[in-house]
């Protein structure tokens, strides 16, 4: 299946590496000998060099159509903090986490990611970028610090995210 190449967005290829760019940035990729890029005019066609090369296809093709998807429209991923003094905070490029600790968490915002508070409470964090690898990458690192819990639905999950609750205990001995 070829990758289709997006409006107001071109690629490149140079040997085993592929340049796409697009309106927002320019992303690069080398792929592995074993692959095969061709570029024509409204799509980007794929093919194996190599009888064991399936794997890497696939994930080449999968690649460079995030790669075209970045650079044209962006990729984003909101992330909520659900209790009552749980919030973020943004100072300069670092991202403050109050999480219940008796301390407060920092984490460095890499300079090429954007990170901005979507809600007055400082209850959601939207991160976004050009690339999808990364956006996630970040977004997983910050839920890590406290993932939601199943009693009390307490942490930081993503905001599409069905957190499973448990009823916890049913009642006291008599």
């Known amino acids: 299946m070829p ?4 409006e107001k967005a ?18 690069s990729f080398d792929f592995s000998s074993k692959i095969k890029v061709t570029v024509n005019e409204s799509e980007i066609v794929i093919t194996k060099n190599d009888d064991g090369a399936n794997a890497l ?3 080449t093709r999968s690649i460079i159509d995030n790669m075209m998807v970045g650079v044209t429209t962006g990729y984003s991923k909101s992330l909520e903090i659900v209790w009552v003094w749980y919030k973020f905070e943004i100072q300069g490029k ?5 999480i219940g600790f008796s301390h407060k968490v920092d984490m ?8 901005e508070l979507e809600w007055k409470k400082n209850e959601i964090l939207k ?3 050009i690339d999808k690898q990364m956006v996630w990458e ?3 690192k910050v839920r890590s610090k406290k993932k939601p819990e199943p009693y009390k639905g307490k942490g930081i999950k ?7 609750r448990k009823a916890g205990k049913t009642g006291a001995a008599k």
Do not use: D
């Open 138 to 140: 970040f977004a997983a």
């Open 108 to 115: 460095e915002i890499p300079e090429w990611l954007k990170a």
């Open 57 to 59: 296809w696939g994930t």
């Open 127 to 129: 991160v976004s970028w």
């Open 10 to 27: 071109s690629a490149t290829v140079k040997g085993e590496n592929i340049v796409v760019k697009g309106p927002l940035w320019e992303l």
């Open 3 to 6: 990758v289709a190449i997006l």
């Open 158 to 164: 993503y905001v599409w995210e069905h957190i499973r």
């Open 94 to 98: 670092k991202l403050v986490l109050s």
